[in-house]
């Protein structure tokens, strides 16, 4: 099982026209719901409302397949992301985050042990700024991060960083991480005096196993273990973007089960980045195909199988 960690939100989406719609949210909820549409034993934990917008957070995670064994739940209302898409459908995001239910993830939530089921934890997004969670998550890795692959992706969300303490934690966190998932935009963020390929080094020799970068329209790009692999986009019609980082993230991870390589010693070939990295750039063309954070099933894909 991979262990999702953070937070679930309400999407509202206005559109370049104006018209608004709500669609459930959040970086690691997205990922989550991906990894069970991709036939991937999948649990997430976090902190969801018991209002209506809440329990229609949980229900599409049953939905999805995803384990809800962990979740806390409380009165506070759903946290809310407003999310306006431009002509491209590329969205930029405001936060309503004082006194709703995502950033109430704390220790009290954290099981003392992990079952051995348990292989990956992902963690990410506004898990890794607003507080408690931010630090109940940061408590889980370096508890977890000795036992079992650790894989983050920082999203980084700069509208809502107003302290040093996030970049020092963050920081912290890609350190003890197996597998970093970042945009070329989350890197310039964390390494601004570096390009995308030099930040990735800089995490290989800090320890990382394997990174891997997102480059939008141009495909991706991934380094681990002296092998490195690129591989464009496939062509897609773009409804929007929403979701789509989030659904590519989760395809890494399906990979690397189906694989076997759920491995703390993660260590991967070239041939087998290139065909991770086709993979996931394929299931996060088929999320912008589609509105909202809706990534595809096992049976939409190429071959209907596991990954080869």
Request: include cysteine; hydrophobic fraction near 45%; charged fraction near 20%.
């Amino acid at each position: 099982m991979i262990l999702v960690c953070g937070e679930a939100l309400m999407d509202v989406v206005r559109d370049a026209d104006g018209t608004e719609r709500e669609t459930p949210g959040g970086g690691p909820f997205n990922t989550a719901r991906a990894l069970g549409r991709l036939a991937v034993p999948v649990g997430f934990l976090g902190h969801l409302s018991s209002d209506a917008r809440g329990r229609r957070l949980a229900e599409c995670l049953r939905a999805d397949g995803v384990s809800l064994e962990l979740p806390g739940v409380g009165p506070e209302p759903t946290t809310v992301a407003a999310a306006t898409l431009d002509a491209e459908g590329r969205a930029s995001y405001r936060f309503q985050v004082a006194g709703t239910a995502a950033p109430n993830l704390t220790l009290d939530h954290l099981l003392q042990e992990l079952g051995p089921e348990v292989q990956a934890l992902h963690v990410g997004t506004l898990g890794l700024v607003l507080e408690p969670m931010a630090s109940t998550v940061a408590a889980l890795v370096r508890r977890e991060h000795g036992r079992r692959l650790v894989a983050i992706d920082p999203n980084v969300r700069a509208g809502l960083i107003d302290d040093a303490a996030y970049r020092q934690r963050l920081h912290e966190q890609l350190g003890l991480s197996t597998l970093v998932k970042a945009s070329a935009a989350d890197l310039a963020w964390v390494y601004p005096d570096l390009d995308a390929e030099a930040a990735a080094e800089r995490l290989l020799d800090r320890g990382v196993r394997l990174v891997v970068i997102t480059l939008g329209p141009e495909g991706a790009w991934a380094s681990g273990n002296g092998a490195h692999a690129r591989v464009p986009a496939p062509p897609v019609s773009v409804v929007d973007t929403i979701g789509a980082g989030d659904a590519f993230g989760a395809a890494v991870l399906a990979w690397l089960y189906e694989h076997d390589a759920l491995d703390r010693d993660l260590r991967l070939e070239a041939g087998q980045l290139r065909s991770l990295l086709e993979f996931a750039c394929q299931v996060a063309a088929l999320t912008c195909a589609r509105a909202g954070a809706e990534p595809p099933w096992r049976r939409e894909l190429a071959g209907a199988g596991p990954p080869e």
